[in-house]
């Protein structure tokens, strides 16, 4: 139900429904929205964009671009509106959040690293901050994702390694 509407847009009531449970029986285990949000985000994604980062039959910059595949329908991102509903830092779902948005920078990082960038970690932030601007974005404008800034960052940090590369060959004879 989060990913269709989106956390904040998603009350109890529409919880309790979907999982054919009374509010009663919600309240037992959870002790509100925020917490079963917070369990929402601990078993949301664990592979990381696994669909992205996995996929074998795409080079290295094409696995980076494939991340800013985001459909105009796509809800946000729930860890960003988990964050921004909750205002607290301590609470178990921003830490989530935080843990989920780590890990998409090194998967990010691992894979520039892959295709050659001079800053792969470098490389891997700009990704994640431009593509949780492209999915506010693609959400806001109902456009499709504007890869071209990816592309950009990527083709730059990659032909920055070969350069970088051809000039220490260059000393070395």
Excluded: W
């Excluded at 009374?22 to 917070?38: D, R």
């Excluded at 949301?44 to 459909?71: H, K, M, Q």
């Excluded at 894979?111 to 970690?121: M, S």
């Amino acid at each position: 139900m989060f990913r269709e509407q989106g956390i904040n847009r998603t009350g109890m009531n529409e919880l309790c429904a979907a999982a054919e449970v009374s509010k009663c029986t919600a309240y037992q285990h959870f002790t509100g929205k925020h917490e079963f949000v917070a369990e929402y985000l601990r078993r949301f994604d664990p592979a990381v964009l696994s669909g992205v980062f996995d996929r074998t039959d795409l080079t290295p910059r094409e696995r980076l671009l494939a991340a800013f595949d985001i459909s105009p329908g796509t809800p946000l991102c729930p860890y960003i509106a988990a964050a921004v509903k909750l205002h607290d830092p301590r609470h178990p779902a921003s830490q989530y959040a935080r843990d989920y948005k780590k890990a998409v920078v090194a998967r990010l990082a691992d894979t520039a690293r892959e295709a050659g960038a001079a800053d792969p970690e470098q490389l891997g932030e700009q990704l994640a901050l431009l593509i949780d601007g492209t999915a506010a974005r693609t959400r806001v404008l109902d456009v499709d994702a504007f890869p071209t800034a990816a592309a950009f960052l990527i083709d730059n940090a990659i032909s920055a390694t070969a350069g970088h590369n051809r000039r220490r060959e260059g000393e070395s004879n």
